[in-house]
């Protein structure tokens, strides 16, 4: 149960509890007004007798019987002993009695109850007996002050219990979620990541224990992912370490005197210097990825200054790749997106370049972009082979490398990298692909409110660092 609800329960609780004990009190007293039997009237009463009785005289009697609570018994006699009414056990209305009979009656119950005899209709031909009785305890009713104070006494007697109960399985409630919180919350900070929240009951402690497992998971994954990222970044440079060290060895010791081989050997150190700056690259901006640091570079960029200059460069990649490149910009000059320029061109040519790598040469890489309200669709298109279907849901994760692409070299950063600035940029990415019939990747921008200048340039001319 959520705590709010609990202490919603505990003020209604203060509400109706005095509210059930004075209603308590008014049934008691019904009840017991309940009890008091029904007093006859004149002609019952003189069928009963048999003989006439004093209307005036009944009549007044009955009425002061009815006005005396039920702790005030009677029983009614005429001249004969005839028992004419009575509310009192074992003298019942109907029967005729003796002296001694009612004698004895007073004699056994005369420690409990004070009798008085009393004959208020004393002529006529109806004269009556009254044989009253009360309880030695009730011989003198209550005053109205000590009736109030035994009310409000129960009623603060019953309040203080209903609060201290439900208080105290508040607070155990409470205290024992807490600690088991506290409790995981210090092992968790600890660096003991399998330890297992448990908080009984509902409500906002276990929706805040839910909070700190999910957190528990997202430090698990990113201890994972922080060993993985460390084991992959050391296997992948060390190939190209070791390749360097290789051919600048077999140089120095003059394996390598002949110019051609010399050449050579330079030539694979110098490609594999550039394959590490493409790798370093590639860290620092995934990097850049789990901090703020790159929101402070972004900026209206006029986006079709910034594709054009994009497509400029795969099409001259494609020329030296021998790959057939196609571009369709349809976008207005005045249209900007808000960019961090480095890191949305990074992300582009990540896609791009892995179009012209996987396609067979004569292939055809297509860039497209149209504007449509408040976006811009860039869709990036080749005929190469295809993913595969079981590599599809997982290429934008860390480290991974699909089957086609094993036998290439990098960090597998490339479209962990698209993601990580998709995400960040706000950007939809969506991926389509066939095997054997090409893939294509349609990336949506949301375009700035307002766009810049269309006369000053996009200021992505000069090329990426690392580039």
Excluded at 275 to 301: C, K, S, Y
Excluded at 413 to 433: F, N
Aim: charged residues 30%; contains cysteine; neutral net charge.
């Amino acid at each position: 149960m959520r705590i709010r609800t609990q202490f919603y329960l505990l003020v209604a609780g203060i509400v109706v509890v005095p509210v059930a004990v004075m209603a308590g009190f008014y049934l008691a007293w019904r009840l017991q007004e309940s009890h008091a039997p029904r007093v006859p009237g004149y002609e019952e009463i003189v069928q009963r007798a048999g003989r006439t009785v004093d209307r005036a005289a009944w009549e007044e009697l009955a009425r002061f019987m009815e006005r005396k609570p039920p702790t005030v018994e009677f029983t009614v006699l005429d001249t004969g002993m005839r028992i004419l009414f009575s509310s009192i056990e074992g003298l019942e209305a109907g029967r005729t009695v003796s002296d001694a009979e009612v004698l004895d009656r007073i004699r056994a119950t005369g420690g409990r109850y004070l009798y008085q005899v009393d004959s208020p209709v004393r002529t006529g031909e109806g004269r009556l007996v009254v044989l009253t009785r009360i309880t030695r305890d009730g011989r003198r009713p209550p005053s109205p002050f000590q009736r109030l104070f035994e009310t409000f006494a129960t009623l603060l007697a019953a309040l203080f219990v209903f609060s201290a109960a439900v208080s105290v399985l508040i607070a155990r409630s409470i205290t024992q979620s807490v600690l088991a919180l506290e409790a995981a919350t210090r092992r968790i900070a600890a660096g003991e990541l399998d330890v297992p929240v448990e908080v009984r009951g509902g409500g906002e402690l276990a929706v805040l224990a839910g909070s700190l497992v999910r957190m528990r998971d997202a430090l698990k994954e990113d201890r994972t992912r922080r060993s993985r990222f460390i084991m992959g970044v050391s296997h992948d440079l060390k190939t190209p370490l070791a390749l360097i060290k290789g051919y600048a060895e077999a140089i120095g010791d003059g394996m390598a005197d002949d110019p051609g081989e010399r050449d050579r050997c330079v030539g694979i150190i110098g490609a594999k210097v550039d394959q590490l700056d493409g790798m370093v690259d590639d860290l620092i901006d995934f990097v850049r990825m789990d901090t703020a640091e790159w929101r402070r570079h972004l900026r209206p960029v006029a986006l079709a200054a910034f594709l054009g200059d994009l497509a400029r460069r795969a099409r001259e990649d494609a020329e030296l790749l021998g790959r057939r490149f196609r571009e369709d910009l349809e976008i207005p000059d005045r249209e900007s997106a808000l960019l961090d320029e480095r890191l949305a061109r990074r992300a582009l040519e990540n896609v791009l370049n892995n179009a012209l790598r996987y396609t067979e040469p004569g292939g055809l890489v297509r860039l497209a972009a149209r504007a449509e309200t408040g976006r811009a669709i860039v869709t990036i298109s080749d005929d190469g082979p295809g993913i595969a279907g079981e590599d599809l849901p997982r290429i934008f994760d860390l480290f991974y490398r699909g089957t086609s692409s094993r036998r290439e070299q990098g960090l597998g950063l490339g479209l962990a990298v698209v993601r990580g600035v998709a995400d960040s940029h706000g950007w939809e990415l969506r991926v389509r692909s066939d095997p054997g019939r090409g893939s294509e990747f349609e990336i949506s921008i949301p375009l700035a409110p307002s766009g810049p200048d269309p006369a000053v340039p996009s200021p992505g001319g000069s090329p990426p660092a690392g580039a």
